[in-house]
């Protein structure tokens, strides 16, 4: 059974791949999608970098939320897994959304994508921390 908090992080990404489609034409024919230094290193054609991002975060969020117990640690609460899976979701959005603006010529830095990440870690795992669930 799909949870309400799912269908916001499957709406989430869905979301993103219809911001690429609303975009097709401004973006280039090959989209850069990794990038080291400051520069892309991989590119794909712009139908499988419009969808790939989403595809896996929802695969991602699907598989944490009702693959097998062995597919992923243990969760100390209901909340947490919930937290969990809209933390990789919203993570997943963030990186797309990156990737169309720095294919749109937006060369943003990479410290803009990675401050919401790294506040979103600390904020997770100061929580299981404080709730002495960190092992």
């Keep these: 059974m799909v949870r309400r908090f799912e269908w916001l992080v499957y709406g989430l990404l869905t979301v993103t791949a219809l911001v690429g489609v609303a975009l097709w034409g401004q973006l ?5 999608i990794h990038f080291s230094g400051g520069d892309a290193n991989t590119v794909v054609p712009k139908s ?3 969808v790939l991002a989403p595809a896996i975060g929802i695969g991602a969020v699907a598989v944490m939320q009702h693959g097998p117990d062995s597919l992923s640690r243990s969760y100390d609460s209901p909340a947490m897994k919930r937290a969990s899976a809209l933390f990789s979701g919203a ?3 963030l990186a797309q959304l990156y990737i169309y603006a720095w294919n ?5 830095p990479t410290w803009l994508l990675l401050t919401p990440v790294f506040a979103g870690v600390v904020a997770i795992v100061g929580y299981r921390w404080r709730r002495g669930s960190l092992a």
């Design 104 to 108: 749109l010529g937006y060369k943003l």
């Design 48 to 50: 499988v970098g419009v």
């Design 28 to 32: 280039p024919d090959q989209m850069a």
């Design 91 to 93: 993570v997943v959005a």
